[in-house]
């Protein structure tokens, strides 16, 4: 008897539909397709009134801990959808908390897109996490949006 409400408890556990947490977190699909989104606005209305949307933590680039950023040509943040406090500092150089000098590989983006791996703040639950982001080249400005790894 016992026995049986173990495995059933068991079964019921394997099958139960995952916490809501995991729905809370972005995927690398969606952060592609965010990419693509601000790349798609920026083409229809331009750099001003793209780049104040993005800026907007309540408008259409952020998404649960998805966001967009914008590198110029400058190698400059001109655009962050989490952190506007970020606009104006340099990618050259930039690293994450284990040294690497992700922000170079981020300027380096390709016109096809690119993934670049780092640790980076989650700025939903403030915790230091693996993010991979989508970077993509275009006309100079990098678009990126990165998720965070499970």
Do not use: Q
């Not at 495995?7 to 539909?17: E, K, Y």
């Not at 229809?44 to 040509?73: C, M, Q, S, W």
Request: charge should be positive.
């Amino acid at each position: 008897m016992i026995k049986r409400i173990a495995i059933r408890l068991l079964v019921l556990l394997f099958f139960a539909p995952l916490p809501a947490a995991a729905a809370e977190r972005g995927t690398a699909e969606e952060a592609r397709v965010l990419v693509e989104k601000a790349i798609a606005r920026y083409k229809a209305v331009g750099t001003h009134k793209t780049f104040a949307e993005i800026n907007n933590p309540a408008g259409p680039f952020v998404d649960r801990d998805l966001y967009v950023f914008v590198v110029g040509p400058d190698h400059k943040i001109i655009a962050h959808g989490a952190d506007k406090g970020r606009v104006g500092e340099s990618m050259v150089g930039f690293k994450d908390v284990d040294g690497k000098a992700f922000g170079d590989e981020i300027i380096a983006a390709s016109a096809d897109g690119n993934w670049v791996e780092y640790k980076f703040e989650n700025f939903t639950n403030k915790k230091t996490e693996t993010k991979i982001s989508f970077v993509k080249n275009v006309d100079g400005f990098v678009f990126g949006s990165g998720y965070y790894k499970p």
